[in-house]
């Protein structure tokens, strides 16, 4: 069985450019999470989808970032227009909806992204 | 909210030797999960371990097994016959139980060095 995926592994941009951030959930996990760590710092949840609804957006930080997750499946996480501040490793992470269970979550590699 | 805290930021064992990792969190739920994550170099994340709090047995997972303390909100990983393939950040995390999906919430792990 296929783990997370995460695309692209490395990302380097500009600030003020836009970067799209992609992850693939285990397959027939209806929930996915996105968690970021900045440089020295703790690892952070971002937000989680149900399917393709957001279930807890709390976690974002402002409204230069945009997730979406059409279709239920991979999803997708757009930082726009980037910030210096926005460096660091996004993770996804999925998990399956069991009715009555916490299951546990499972990782990606993460992406590290890279504003100059 | 929840907060989690790794006080030990870098740790080393000798191969063979035990080492325990500590972890304290603050909350005021009664039920939830806590885990302890490893981070391989340039690996992705994996769980180690988990402990639902309604238990008052000792989660064990072969070499490693956690110390649990409920009432002193303790959460301390001990890594027993340590090998090299044990160097990895290890991070800490909590969990609300509402029987389905939630996210972790993390502490800022601990890099463990285990030397040959």
């Known amino acids: 069985e296929a783990g997370v995926t995460q695309f692209p592994s490395h990302s380097v941009i500009e600030k003020g450019q836009t970067v799209t951030l992609r992850c693939d959930p285990i397959?027939?996990?209806?929930?996915l999470y996105w968690y970021r760590r900045v440089m020295g710092k703790e690892i952070k949840f971002l937000l989680h989808?149900?399917?393709?609804?957001?279930?807890?957006e709390s976690g974002m930080p402002n409204n230069r970032f945009l997730a979406e997750r059409t279709g239920g499946t991979y999803s997708t996480l757009k930082v726009q227009p980037a910030e210096l501040e926005d460096s660091g490793v996004y993770f996804c992470?999925?998990?399956?909806?069991?009715?009555?269970?916490?299951?546990?979550?499972?990782f990606g590699p993460g992406t590290r992204l890279t504003v100059l | 909210a929840q907060t989690v805290t790794q006080s030990q930021p870098e740790m080393s064992v000798q191969e063979a030797e035990t080492v325990t990792l500590s972890c304290t969190y603050d909350?005021?739920?009664?039920?939830?999960?806590l885990f302890w994550y490893k981070q391989p170099p340039s690996r992705q994340m994996i769980l180690v371990i988990r402990q639902e709090a309604y238990k008052q047995q000792n989660a064990t997972e072969n070499r490693f097994s956690v110390n649990f303390q409920k009432a002193a909100k303790s959460f301390s990983l001990k890594i027993s016959d340590s090998q090299l393939g044990d160097t990895a950040m290890y991070f800490c995390a909590f969990m609300k139980d509402n029987n389905a999906g939630n996210m972790l919430t993390f502490g800022g792990g601990t890099r463990l060095m285990v030397k040959p």
């Open positions: 989808f149900v399917k393709e609804s957001k279930q807890d």
């Open positions: 909350t005021s739920e009664s039920n939830y999960y």
């Open positions: 397959s027939g996990h209806d929930n």
């Open positions: 992470a999925s998990s399956p909806l069991l009715a009555g269970v916490t299951d546990t979550q499972y």
